[in-house]
């Protein structure tokens, strides 16, 4: 058979993997394309020689490469991931895809893991403000960078710093041009009345904007808010988790791989939050123990969980290929984690080690806000929240299910399983057993242990 046959057969087959794939017919040129450019940039390596490591390498560059869009990322990436899978190469299945498919992901301008650069000319406005106006937009601005410097001199978090500019901001617009020195409590009883009569918003939020402004008046203006318990109260509501069957948790995770899928079994094997998941450390997993410890935990507060005998060799291996991109780092120069708060000043000298490296790291380097310096972060969270979403449409699972979903499975099969409600609560890490009991009403109808009166009948 001669080459040009050779060729048009080889084509054929990788059309007949996309079509298998459900990618659509216009899009074959595109993902030829992208194949063709990926085998011009080796050509002296044949298909069937190339390693992870050479893919891995092929896809760092397309990432950081700013000439190409997300969606161009992602398909570059499903293009050749279905061109080893149509040559049946054995690096298919030691390549993760989906890890790298869910790093070209842009981040939100104002996302805590990157901050990108704030832009130096804003569109030209319709409408020219007035002098008051611009006067009072600096004086609001003046105050939030108040409130910055007072939560990163008490080491409070990133996201508490975002958290309380937010809710500052949103009381200084909500009582436009009036100076700022002549707000009073009663005027942040207003406010705080009118998210629960206008905006319809929960007691949680109500209670974090109270808590943002009580620190505004107390390190900005130095006044304390004393009794204003008098605001509306929003109604509260309780309402009872999501809970996901073993049978459809199963479901969802044979439908993942890689990084996924071990964040997700974490979220369900050890009870653990997405943002506990994704901050975990290298020195967070203690394997002879067969253990985590969870630390900034919400409330900043320490436990430990059980790791999941399951997870004990993918963890193993996965932590090998981290430790191969964080070795990369250091040669490079870079390779410094940021450092839990408390820990800065005793260990900020190790940041480089391997052990405060995060277990799940992002394959972008971001510039922290704080220090300046270019790190690389945890992975973003919001790929695994969009995956589980995802996943849930379509298994066409009738549920509202999240993240969080996995947490309070986690914790309803151990109740079901005969575990004390007591250890349940040290392994969520819940301050009452009270928020714990509501796992309680969770009874399992379908297995007799609280039957309809209809069905005795």
């Known amino acids: 058979m001669d080459s040009s046959n050779q060729e048009k057969r080889f084509w054929n087959n990788y059309m007949e993997v996309l079509a298998n794939h459900s990618v659509k017919s216009s899009l074959f040129p595109w993902y030829t394309r992208h194949c063709e450019t990926f085998i011009r940039n080796y050509k002296e390596t044949r298909l069937k020689q190339h390693t992870p490591e050479t893919v891995c390498a092929y896809f760092k560059r397309l990432i950081d490469s700013p000439d190409l869009s997300t969606w161009q990322k992602k398909q570059h990436i499903d293009a050749i991931g279905y061109l080893f899978k149509s040559i049946r190469a054995p690096l298919y299945r030691h390549v993760d895809w989906a890890y790298w498919h869910s790093s070209c992901v842009d981040l939100p301008a104002d996302h805590v893991t990157l901050y990108a650069e704030e832009r130096a000319q804003q569109a030209p406005r319709a409408k020219k403000k007035s002098a008051t106006t611009l006067a009072a937009r600096t004086e609001h601005q003046r105050q939030l960078d108040e409130v910055k410097r007072a939560v990163r001199r008490l080491n409070r978090s990133i996201r508490t710093e975002k958290t309380y500019v937010d809710w500052t901001g949103k009381f200084l617009r909500f009582h436009g041009d009036k100076p700022v020195d002549s707000l009073l409590p009663e005027n942040v009883v207003e406010f705080i009345s009118n998210l629960a009569v206008e905006r319809g918003l929960a007691p949680g939020s109500q209670s974090v904007a109270l808590n943002a402004l009580s620190f505004y008046f107390k390190q900005v203006r130095q006044q304390e808010l004393g009794d204003i318990s008098h605001f509306i109260h929003a109604r509260p509501r309780q309402r009872l988790p999501v809970i996901l069957s073993r049978e459809e ?13 071990l964040i997700i079994s974490l979220l369900y094997g050890a009870g653990l939050r997405i943002m506990e998941a994704v901050r975990l450390r290298v020195q967070d997993i203690d394997f002879s123990y067969t ?20 997870l004990i060799d993918p963890m193993k291996n996965h932590l090998k290929a981290v430790k191969t991109l964080h070795d990369q780092d250091l040669v490079e120069g870079r390779g410094s984690a940021v450092m839990p708060t408390g820990a800065i000043t005793k260990y900020g000298k190790s940041s480089s080690q391997w052990v405060w490296q995060y277990v799940f790291p992002s394959l972008k380097l971001s510039v922290d806000p704080r220090s300046g310096m270019t790190r690389r972060h945890h992975i973003n969270e919001s790929t695994i929240q969009k995956k589980v979403r995802n996943l849930a449409r379509e298994l066409e699972i009738p549920k509202r299910v999240g993240c ?26 819940h301050a009452d057993v009270s928020t714990t009991m509501i796992y309680t009403h969770l009874a399992d109808f379908s297995k007799g242990k609280t039957s309809s009166p209809l069905d005795d009948l």
């Open 291 to 310: 253990q985590i410890i969870v630390r900034e935990s919400k409330g900043n507060k320490e436990r430990v969980v059980p790791l999941p005998a399951r």
């Open 249 to 261: 948790v199963a479901s969802v995770l044979e439908r993942v791989d890689g990084v996924h899928w």
């Open 404 to 429: 969080h979903t996995f947490r309070h499975s986690f914790a309803t099969h151990l109740l079901e399983k005969g575990v004390d409600i007591r250890t349940i609560q040290q392994l969520l890490g």
